[in-house]
């Protein structure tokens, strides 16, 4: 399915419903648990970020993202649990939910740059979508890490 198929809900933690609820977390956990390794995936930021899902025409999750509020977890705001269905690979899903996500952070928090704890062999995907990389690499669950930051572009006089 191409990356522009995709429907798109960005909802509160609140209003996600249980049915996407489940689809969310059953994606991450079938990317990042069984995947890359156990780690505690579900955690107190849930419950307060937004939630951005990426579901084909079939209603199937191919994409997911959360941003966290600021403050929570950085002085920016933050997007994490960045997350395409091995199905939707290579497809531009992955492109496309990153572009979406920095579209709705920009909505929802004018003028905010939106910080990333990125994986570190990722550094290349996420610059091509304008993240600047701003720390040394470190490990996070065992996996090499750095933090990266998207700027937006300055508004028009």
């Known amino acids: 399915m191409p990356a522009a198929d995709l429907r798109w809900q960005w909802s509160r933690f609140e209003d996600l419903g249980v049915h996407a ?28 970020s937004w939630h951005l899902l990426g579901r ?36 531009g899903a992955g492109r496309a939910l990153v572009a979406e996500g920095l579209a709705r952070c920009a909505a929802t928090w004018p003028g905010q740059a939106v910080r990333i704890s990125a994986q570190a062999h990722l550094q290349r995907f996420y610059g091509d979508a304008g993240f600047a990389t701003v720390s040394p690499e470190y490990l996070e669950d065992g996996i090499p890490h750095v933090e990266m930051l998207w700027t937006p572009p300055p508004r028009p006089a």
């Open 21 to 48: 609820l489940h689809d969310a977390l059953a994606l991450r956990c079938r990317v990042f648990i069984l995947e890359q390794g156990p780690y505690q995936d579900p955690d107190a930021a849930d419950a307060s």
């Open 56 to 91: 084909d025409g079939a209603g199937r999750l191919l994409a997911y993202l959360r941003a966290v509020h600021p403050g929570v977890k950085y002085a920016e705001p933050a997007i994490g649990r960045v997350v395409t269905a091995p199905e939707a690979r290579g497809t």
